[in-house]
C-alpha cells in the first residue's frame, strides 16, 4: 500500500498565482474553508513576472474611456471568438478589482491628480493599464498573497499535483506529492478551483518558467472537461533574443506603449507595412500621425506598433524571414531615440535593469533586439461564463488555465484583469457549490493507489530515457512544426512525433531519490505537457484558417466558417478528439458595440 | 568553441553534504543558472534548486556563489573568474533541505506576524487620493522580491540561529516600513516592533542594503527611520500620533 498524508477543505484552490490567490480569497469570505496549493514557495508563480499592467476602464486618464469600449477592443483582439458574456463581465467588473488591491495595500502610480494612473497598450483604444512602472505583477501578488495570509487561508507551498480525484461523476480533491519530501499527498475537498496557468514550456523561446507544463489543463482533460481555443497560443511579440541563453525572456509591451517603436535592420519603422484590413479604420498609416497619438488620442490613430500581439508577432516574424532582422535574429525595439533617458529608467525600471544586467545593453542609448516568444494560453479549459464552472461538477477553473475570455488573442493587460475578475468569480461559485454539497468527499482508495505506482515509475531500473532530453525534443518539435506560423504538413508531423515522445516517456528514467528531485518533477510534468502540446498541434490543424494566434501558411486568411466556432478538445480513453462547435450567439445590443 | 566551467557544488541534505566537482560547458552571455541548467540535464539530473523567472524578478534562486550571497539567474558567467573553481553553497542562515534548496519557513512565518494594512476612510467619491511623491519611499520598498539574501545575511541571525524567534529580519522590517509609511495606513506596529520583532538588535552594519538586488535601501530608508519612529512613540507619543493622524509621516522626520 501507497502511504500518504491526507488533508481535507471545503474549497481546494490550485495554483498561487494571481487567479488562485483571488479565489482563495474570496472562498475563504465566503466561510469556507479553504486552502491553496503552490508548486513554488508562495508568491513566486508567473504573475510576479507580469510587467505592464492590469487593463481596466477606470477613466482616470481618459474620461471618454468605459466598459463598452473595452469590451469593444477585447472582442476585436481576440477576433471575435471571445465567449462574450465573459469579456462583458470582464470589463465591466476589472475597474473594482483594481480598487479592491488599492484597499488592501496596492500602490499603483499616479495622476496629477492622485489616482490611480493609467498607460497605453496594444489594441486598447485608451490608456487603460493601472500599473507600477514596469513591475505590476509583483505588486499584485505581492498585495494579494499578503491579504490571503491575514485572511487566514492554508497554504501548502512546493506541492504538485498530478490528478484530480473524483467520486461518481463529480470532483471531490486531488493526488500529488510534496517536493520536498517526494512524499504523496491526498486533498479532499467538495469543489476545486484550478488556476494552475499555462502550457510555455511546450516551446523552446519561451517567457515562462518550469511551473508552466498545463497540470491543470491535463488534469482537467483527465476528469473529462473540454478544452477551446488551444490552437490560439499566444507568441508575445518581444522577447529577448540574445543572449541565447535568455532567449524568451519577455520584453513589456509597456515599451511601445510608453513610446517605444520596432525597426528592421534598415531602420524602417516596419510596422506600417502590416496593418490589417480589420484594423485600418482605427490605425495611424504615418509617422507623424502615431507620434502625435499618445497626447492626442481624438484627432490621431494608434499607432501600429500598437496592434494586437498576434499582429506584431507575424510581422516581425515576417520581416526577419525577409532577411530584415537584428544581428542575432530579432527586430530592433527603439525607444533610446524616442525618450529621454530619466523617463525610460522611471517608466521602465525593469527593462533597464534586465538588459543592462544580462546582455550588457542600455536601453537609454542603445535599441533592444527583441523577437517573439511563447507567452499565453489564449484557449484553456472551457468554463460557463458566470461562475468559471467546468463541464464536470464540483470543478471551476480561472485565469490562463481557463478558455473563453480572449477568443483568438489576449489583448496585453487583459490577463491581470482576467486574474482577478475571474478569480474572484470561481471562488465564489466554487464556495456556494461547496455549500451545496452534504455528502463528505470520499477518495477511491484505489485509484490513489494507482497514481502512486505510477508517479514512481521512472525510478525503475531499465530506463533510459533522460527527461531533460526529452523536454528539449518537444521544446525544438514544438518551436519548429507549431510555431507562429504553421502548415498541415508540419502539423501532422508535430502529432506524430509528440505521439513518439509519449511512447518514450514511459521508459523514462530518473537518478538519485524522491526528494526534492528536478529530474523526477520534470520526469511527471512531461506527462501533463505532452498531453497540452498534442491538444495544440491537433485543434490547429483542425483550423484551416488564419486568425488571431493561430497562422497557417496554407490558409492564409480568416474564414467567416470557423469564426463562428471553437475547437473543442475532449479526451476519452487515450486519446484526444477535436470538434468544432458553434460559439455562443451574441446579444445584439453587444453586437452594436463593437463597430465604430 | 564551448569553454569549461569547473563547478564546486554543495550536494547534501539535512544530515550532512560535500563540496563536489563538476567540468560543465558553457557559452558567453550565459549566466550561473544556465550553467547549473545544463549540468542537471547532462551529468545530475537530481540536483536541488529553486528557480523560476531566470530574470531576477521572483527571488527564487539565490545562493552563495564563491562565498557572496547572490540570486543566480543575474550571476554572469563573464562576471567570475572562470579560470578558477566556482563555489555554489546554499544560503548558510536557514536550514539545509537538499542540495542548493534551504528551508526558509521562517521568513513566511514572521510574515504571518506582521499586523495587516489598515486603510482610512475613501474621499467623498469613494476613492484614495495620493501623490505621486507620497509613495515614491513605500514603492521602493514595494521592488522587494523575497529572495531572503538581506535575511541571509543578517548577522543577527545568521550567527545566532537563536533570534530567530524574537527578530523578524531585514526582509520584515522593509515590510513593516512599508506599511508605517503607507499614506493610507493607520494601523499602529511601533509597540510590536520594539517588543517582539527585534528592531533594537539591529545595528546598521549595512550587509543587508549590499546585497539587496533590487537596490532598495534597507538600512537607511527602512530600519533607521523605523527605530526613529519606535523613539519617538516611546518618547513622544503626541507628536507622532499627530503625525499618523494628518499622514505627514512619510520617510525619516
Known amino acids: ?596 | 568553441m564551448a569553454r569549461v566551467a569547473k563547478l564546486r557544488i554543495w550536494r547534501g541534505d539535512a544530515s550532512g553534504g560535500q563540496l563536489r566537482d563538476y567540468d560543465v560547458p558553457w557559452e558567453e552571455g550565459m549566466v550561473l543558472l544556465d550553467v547549473l541548467h545544463v549540468l542537471q540535464a547532462t551529468q545530475a539530473g537530481d540536483l536541488a534548486v529553486r528557480w523560476n523567472c531566470k530574470a531576477g524578478k521572483c527571488g527564487s534562486c539565490s545562493a552563495e556563489v564563491n562565498g557572496k550571497p547572490r540570486l543566480m539567474c543575474m550571476t554572469r558567467m563573464s562576471s567570475l573568474d572562470t579560470a578558477a573553481p566556482i563555489t555554489v553553497a546554499p544560503m548558510k542562515t536557514f536550514p539545509v533541505l537538499r542540495d542548493l534548496v534551504t528551508d526558509v519557513s521562517f521568513n513566511f512565518e514572521m510574515a504571518k506576524r506582521v499586523p495587516a494594512f489598515k486603510p482610512g476612510p475613501k474621499g467623498p467619491d469613494g476613492k484614495y487620493r495620493m501623490m505621486q511623491e507620497d509613495i515614491d519611499r513605500v514603492q521602493e520598498f514595494h521592488k522587494c522580491i523575497e529572495c531572503f539574501l538581506c535575511q541571509n545575511v543578517c548577522h543577527v541571525i545568521r550567527d545566532h540561529p537563536e533570534n530567530k524567534a524574537h527578530f523578524a529580519g531585514p526582509r520584515l522590517f522593509v515590510r513593516y516600513a512599508a506599511l508605517e509609511m503607507h499614506p493610507l495606513d493607520t494601523n499602529d506596529r511601533a509597540e510590536l516592533l520594539k517588543a517582539k520583532m527585534g528592531l533594537g538588535m539591529c545595528n546598521i552594519t549595512k550587509c543587508c542594503t549590499e546585497v539587496c538586488p533590487e537596490s532598495i535601501k534597507i538600512t537607511d530608508n527602512a530600519i533607521i527611520p523605523l527605530k526613529e519612529r519606535v523613539v519617538d512613540q516611546f518618547f513622544d507619543p503626541l507628536r507622532w500620533a499627530w503625525r499618523k493622524m494628518t499622514g505627514g509621516g512619510n520617510g525619516s522626520t
Request: charge should be neutral; include cysteine.
Open chain 1, 1 to 596: 500500500m501507497a502511504e500518504y498524508e491526507t488533508h481535507e477543505h471545503d474549497v481546494l484552490v490550485i495554483g498561487a498565482g494571481g487567479a488562485g490567490l483571488r479565489a482563495a480569497i474570496e472562498s475563504s469570505a465566503q466561510g469556507a474553508d479553504t486552502a491553496l496549493i503552490c508548486k513554488s514557495l508562495l508568491g513566486k508563480a508567473h504573475t510576479v513576472m507580469a510587467e505592464g499592467g492590469i487593463a481596466a476602464a477606470m477613466g482616470n486618464v481618459w474620461p471618454e474611456d468605459n466598459w463598452k469600449v473595452h469590451f469593444r477592443d477585447t472582442m476585436r483582439g481576440g477576433k471575435l471568438l471571445n465567449n462574450w458574456r465573459m469579456a462583458q463581465l470582464h470589463a465591466q467588473e476589472a475597474p473594482e478589482r483594481v480598487l479592491e488591491l488599492e484597499e488592501w495595500g496596492a500602490l499603483f502610480d499616479r495622476t496629477k491628480d492622485g489616482l490611480i494612473l493609467q498607460r497605453d497598450f496594444g489594441g486598447h483604444r485608451y490608456a487603460r493599464l493601472a500599473h507600477v512602472g514596469d513591475r505590476t505583477g509583483l505588486e499584485m501578488i505581492r498585495t494579494l498573497q499578503q491579504h490571503a495570509v491575514h485572511k487566514g487561508i492554508t497554504v501548502y507551498m512546493e506541492c504538485t499535483l498530478v490528478s484530480l480525484l473524483k467520486d461518481g461523476d463529480r470532483v471531490c480533491g486531488a493526488f500529488g506529492y510534496w517536493r520536498e519530501s517526494g512524499k504523496f499527498v491526498v486533498f479532499k475537498a467538495k469543489a476545486v478551483v484550478l488556476a494552475t496557468g499555462g502550457i510555455g514550456k511546450a516551446w523552446e523561446f519561451t517567457s515562462n518558467s518550469w511551473e508552466y507544463t498545463g497540470d491543470g489543463v491535463a488534469m482537467a482533460l483527465e476528469a473529462g472537461a473540454d478544452l477551446i481555443d488551444m490552437e490560439c497560443y499566444q507568441f508575445h511579440p518581444t522577447g529577448m533574443v540574445w543572449p541565447h541563453s535568455v532567449r524568451g525572456i519577455l520584453v513589456t509591451e509597456g515599451v511601445r506603449g510608453d513610446g517605444g517603436v520596432l525597426r528592421n535592420s534598415t531602420g524602417r519603422r516596419f510596422m506600417f507595412d502590416y496593418i490589417p484590413e480589420f484594423f485600418k479604420k482605427e490605425t495611424a498609416d504615418s509617422e507623424a500621425e502615431a507620434d502625435r497619438w499618445y497626447t492626442d488620442k481624438k484627432n490621431n490613430r494608434r499607432p501600429p506598433e500598437l496592434l494586437p500581439r498576434d499582429e506584431v508577432a507575424r510581422a516581425i516574424n515576417a520581416e526577419v524571414k525577409a532577411g530584415r532582422g537584428s544581428p542575432h535574429g530579432g527586430v530592433f525595439l527603439d525607444i533610446a531615440t524616442r525618450r529621454d533617458a530619466e523617463t525610460i529608467k522611471r517608466r521602465l525600471p525593469s527593462m533597464y535593469h534586465q538588459f543592462k544586467e544580462l546582455a550588457d545593453v542600455d536601453i537609454t542609448t542603445t535599441p533592444m533586439e527583441v523577437g517573439p516568444t511563447a507567452h499565453y494560453m489564449n484557449g484553456g479549459v472551457r468554463v460557463d461564463g458566470e461562475g468559471s464552472a467546468t463541464s464536470v461538477p464540483g470543478l471551476f477553473a480561472a485565469g490562463e488555465v481557463a478558455g473563453g475570455l480572449h477568443g483568438a488573442n489576449r489583448l496585453g493587460g487583459n490577463s491581470l484583469s482576467d486574474l482577478l475578475v475571474f478569480g474572484r468569480r470561481a471562488g465564489l461559485a466554487a464556495a456556494e457549490y461547496a455549500k451545496s454539497v452534504s455528502k463528505a468527499p470520499s477518495v477511491d482508495e484505489g485509484r490513489v493507489e494507482a497514481l502512486a505506482r505510477e508517479a514512481v515509475t521512472p525510478f525503475d531500473p531499465g530506463g533510459t530515457e533522460n527527461p531533460y532530453a526529452l523536454h528539449h525534443e518537444l521544446q525544438k518539435e514544438m518551436q519548429s512544426d507549431v510555431g507562429i506560423i504553421r502548415v498541415q504538413q508540419e502539423l501532422e508531423r508535430a502529432v506524430k512525433k509528440i505521439g513518439e515522445l509519449r511512447a518514450r516517456l514511459k521508459r523514462v528514467r530518473v537518478e538519485g531519490h524522491r526528494q526534492f528531485n528536478p529530474g523526477w518533477h520534470l520526469a511527471i510534468d512531461l506527462r501533463s505537457l505532452l498531453v497540452c502540446a498534442e491538444a495544440v498541434a491537433r485543434a490547429a490543424i483542425e483550423r484551416k484558417e488564419s486568425r488571431g494566434g493561430h497562422a497557417r501558411d496554407d490558409f492564409p486568411k480568416p474564414d467567416p466558417a470557423f469564426g463562428k466556432v471553437n475547437m473543442v478538445v475532449r479526451k476519452r480513453g487515450e486519446a484526444l478528439s477535436v470538434s468544432q462547435e458553434p460559439i455562443p450567439e451574441m446579444p445584439a445590443e453587444l453586437k452594436a458595440l463593437l463597430e465604430g
